[in-house]
């Protein structure tokens, strides 16, 4: 069974620049969340989906941040414009029917 | 808000020894609280779980135990090896089916 897939795994941009990171679930599942881990810290949810729907997006910065899951299967998060206390690691993950959730490897962003 | 805390934050071992890592929450209706092991440039995986009505499990060199009335869950790995060297997070799922993470602990097992 393929795990979760996020691309990229790698990413520097500098700051004010727009960057987008991709999630593509384990199949099946209709739960997916974005988490942030800032260095030595545990995730920090930032927005959970069931199906297409954001049913917990209250840690989203929405100023910059943004999300979309428009077929209830891959998502995108978006940060515009990037700032240097972005830079951090941005996991996906997703859960079926017994709630267990399942990480993908991570998008490490450094903002310089 | 609700919190998890965790410790030690670092924990070193002689290979063969017992790990103990402790956790608390806040939130008293979680129902849920599972373990995760994250390796250098990995994700975060689940490695066992408890839930609510249930005092200990077992799986193997792994055991977790839970006291709902102190609100305290602890995670035990026994003959402990070299893989087992990684960051651990303890976790508590919320009433509000929200998961929290605790803040990690290192583990170092030394051969």
């Known amino acids: 069974e393929a795990g979760v897939v996020q691309s990229p795994r790698y990413k520097i941009i500098e700051k004010k620049q727009p960057v987008a990171f991709w999630c593509n679930p384990i199949s099946g599942h209709n739960t997916l969340y974005w988490y942030l881990q800032n260095l030595g810290q545990g995730p920090e949810l930032l927005i959970r989906y069931e199906n297409e729907e954001a049913v917990d997006d209250s840690q989203l910065p929405k100023d910059r941040f943004s999300a979309e899951r428009l077929k209830g299967v891959d998502s995108t998060l978006k940060i515009q414009p990037a700032e240097l206390g972005d830079s951090a690691v941005y996991l996906c993950?997703?859960?079926?029917?017994?709630?267990?959730?399942?990480f993908g490897p991570g998008t490490r962003l450094t903002v310089l | 808000g609700e919190n998890v805390e965790q410790h030690p934050s670092t924990l070193s071992v002689q290979e063969g020894d017992s790990a103990v890592i402790k956790c608390t929450y806040s939130d008293s209706a979680s129902n849920y609280f599972p373990w995760y092991k994250q390796e250098l440039g990995k994700g975060p995986q689940l490695i066992i779980d408890?839930?609510?009505?249930?005092g200990e499990k077992k799986d193997q060199r792994i055991a977790v135990t839970l006291n709902k009335t102190a609100k305290h869950f602890s995670l035990h790995i026994t003959e402990t090896q070299p893989e087992d060297s990684a960051v651990y997070f303890c976790a508590a799922r919320t009433s509000y089916d929200k998961v929290i993470f605790g803040p990690g602990t290192s583990l170092s097992v030394i051969p």
């Open positions: 408890i839930r609510s009505n249930v």
């Open positions: 993950a997703s859960s079926g029917p017994t709630n267990e959730q399942f």
